[in-house]
């Protein structure tokens, strides 16, 4: 990515948050970034993957994921090792 007006304005937001001390520090702690904004950012990324897991697991027990009839667990395994 370069640095240009449009990257800037594409790909990037620049955002002034009061936030407590003891988090940015437990936040900078764990996420072990270069940056406090490498280290939001990880922060950020990593809720953000947990939310759209916890999302998924509620959809499958909401609707279980089924098998198809002929379903052949040895047969899937030697396609897959074919690849």
Not at 16 to 37: F, H, N, R, V, W
Not at 64 to 83: A, G, I
Request: aromatic share 6%.
């Amino acid at each position: 990515m370069t640095n240009t007006l449009h990257d800037r304005i594409v790909y990037r937001m620049k955002v002034t948050a009061l936030l407590p001390d003891q988090l940015i520090s437990e936040i900078k702690t764990y996420a072990k970034g270069k940056t406090l904004t490498e280290s939001l950012t990880i922060a950020l990324e990593e809720w953000l993957q947990h939310k759209k897991i916890v999302m998924l697991n509620k959809q499958v027990q909401n609707k279980p994921l089924e098998f198809q009839k002929d379903f052949n667990p040895t047969t899937v395994r030697n396609l897959s090792r074919r690849t």
